[in-house]
């Protein structure tokens, strides 16, 4: 028996920190990857023109990502202004003012929307949010505009993020003693100073976090936003004005790769910028953490 633990418990052992390895390993396996794929454009352009120039001419040689990083940035910037109150909201209500019956019903719908493929929501986009945004939304501002646009992918966006920073921001505010609550309130404290002075000061470090992880599946996000922005190659911060996002660029042209030379390392470049971005977003927010938990 003692030969037989011994040896499970080393089994365990490796197989766990092959798992850890394997998951750290991922990430750099996979930027690797993409810079190979990528290494040919960039020997041939410089890095500040493929990332700042603005001229996209595939067929003449031309490839400049600044339209699609400006695209992916403002509609990433749209969906967080919308998600940002409704989902801070919502989890004060759920976890401090709702009845434990509504909690019961909330937990499955957010399980369910967390769940749906993106498709849907493109789907759903393209007939309700796309003609609202072009009939309703456009005019009361004195505008026009086809729907297909920036603002109709930040509301598809914030939609699909809502579930995830929404369940996220309710198992933090979950953490908060119920003691610290009831203490504020007997000192004289109204339920919104309680609420803001414990709740949400003492749990700075996890909405950062909440809200950080919402950004960056926001900005990655393809098929929704693909079909309801308008996959124009423009700079605009207009939010009835079309954009194409980097990974709708990536997801519509994969197939026309073949035809054009430095196409295939275009778009390696571009999922290979993609993920720098990405990390960068973490790497802020994992900063922002940090130094809200010291303060």
């Not at 209500?93 to 993106?118: E, K, N, Q, W």
């Not at 610290?180 to 919104?192: F, K, N, R, V």
């Not at 936003?225 to 190659?233: A, D, H, S, T």
């Not at 993920?275 to 802020?284: A, D, E, G, R, T």
Request: with cysteine; glycine share 8%.
């Amino acid at each position: 028996m003692g030969i037989r633990r011994v040896l499970a418990d080393r089994i365990s052992g490796v197989w766990m920190i092959t798992s850890l390895v394997t998951i750290l390993a991922l990430p750099l396996i996979i930027g690797a990857g993409l810079y190979l794929k990528a290494a040919p454009i960039m020997e041939q352009q410089s890095l500040y023109s493929l990332i700042f120039s603005s001229k996209w001419a595939p067929s003449t040689g031309e490839f400049g990502f600044w339209p699609f990083i400006a695209g992916s940035l403002y509609v990433t910037l749209f969906s967080f202004l919308l998600t940002l109150p409704v989902c801070l909201l919502s989890a004060i209500y759920l976890t401090r003012f709702s009845s434990p019956f509504l909690i019961r019903i909330m937990h499955p719908v957010i399980d369910v929307l967390a769940g749906l493929p993106s498709v849907i929501y493109g789907v759903w986009g393209v007939l309700i949010i796309v003609p609202a945004v072009s009939e309703y939304i456009a005019p009361f501002f004195g505008t026009s505009s086809p729907g297909y646009s920036l603002l109709a992918g930040g509301i598809v966006l914030a939609v699909m993020c809502i579930p995830y920073v929404l369940n996220m921001l309710i198992e933090v505010f979950k953490t908060v003693p119920t003691g610290l609550i009831e203490a504020s309130l007997s000192l004289g404290a109204t339920h919104w100073e309680a609420v803001k002075h414990v709740i949400l000061k003492g749990n700075i470090p996890g909405i950062i976090s909440s809200y950080g992880l919402g950004i960056a599946k926001a900005f990655g996000e393809t098929i929704a936003v693909m079909m309801v922005v308008g996959n124009v190659v423009k700079i605009s911060a207009n939010p009835f004005d079309a954009a194409y996002p980097l990974p709708a660029l990536i997801a519509n042209n994969y197939g026309e790769m073949l035809s054009i030379p430095m196409y295939d390392s275009a778009l390696m470049f571009a999922a290979f910028l993609l993920l720098i971005i990405i990390l960068v977003f973490n790497l802020i927010f994992r900063y922002l953490i940090h130094k809200t938990r010291k303060q």
